[in-house]
């Protein structure tokens, strides 16, 4: 089944401790992307990826990092993360970023105490 | 910049009425624009998209024209049922100017009543 998987699904820390949520699709899609989404807000882009080893910023990147080391794999990075980043993240992939529709995974609620 | 601004909601009615959420954009170039479907606790999914003006896209008995000289892409089904009862989102994808970010709308909830 083609889909697009985080991980975790929900997970509560504290201020400055170090996190990572993964993000994995198997749809050999080029195209990979974070969004947070917030009440009122929609959806605003963090990080994308165009294709292995190459990235960059999306509308939000600022107190997140992302890799992309393999085509499947486009980890999310919070070094220091902040209440501020209390928020459901969404990872997102497309066949390519030239006005392709995205596949999203299921979300991350991240809660930052 | 681009932008998409989406009738603000909730929208509540009734089984089988009529449903119209409004979304209208601004872009740079000539966008591909989609139509989003988020139900509780899940992420989005394509509903369904244009790529070109006058196109018109659908599924599961949801429609939209796009319409460049209103640069509209409203989002329209004959009779709505409870399971329609999700957020909505308008979004474009534009690579004008060598931009690779699509733009969403803030969303639209609708709320379907037995």
């Known amino acids: 089944e083609a889909q697009v998987t985080q991980n975790p699904r929900y997970l509560i820390t504290v201020t400055g401790k170090k996190l990572t949520v993964t993000c994995s699709q198997n749809?050999?899609?080029?195209?990979m992307s974070w969004y947070r989404q917030d009440p009122g807000l929609g959806l605003r882009q963090i990080y994308y990826?165009?294709?292995?080893?190459?990235?960059d910023k999306g509308d939000v990147p600022e107190g997140y990092k992302v890799s992309r080391k393999e085509k499947r794999n486009f980890p999310l990075i919070l070094e220091s993360p902040s209440p501020n980043q209390t928020s459901l993240y969404f990872c997102?992939?497309?066949?390519?970023?030239?006005?392709?529709?995205?596949?999203f995974g299921d979300g991350t609620r991240l809660s930052i105490l | 910049g681009n932008s998409v601004t989406q009738m603000e909601g909730p929208v509540t009615l009734s089984e089988e009425a009529f449903l119209t959420i409004n979304c209208t954009y601004t872009a740079t170039g000539y966008p591909s624009l989609f139509w989003y479907v988020q139900y509780p606790g899940e992420g989005l999914q394509l509903l369904l998209k244009?790529?070109?003006?006058?196109d018109k896209g659908s599924n599961k008995g949801f429609e939209a024209t796009y319409r460049k000289e209103t640069t509209s892409f409203h989002l329209e089904k004959g009779s709505v049922q409870v399971s329609d009862s999700a957020v909505y989102f308008c979004a474009l994808s534009d690579q004008a100017g060598g931009s690779y970010i699509p733009t969403f709308g803030r969303g639209t909830s609708l709320i379907v009543h037995p």
């Open positions: 997102a992939s497309s066949l390519s970023g030239n006005n392709q529709p995205q596949h």
């Open positions: 749809m050999n899609h080029e195209y």
């Open positions: 244009a790529t070109k003006a006058d």
């Open positions: 990826s165009m294709n292995v080893e190459v990235t």
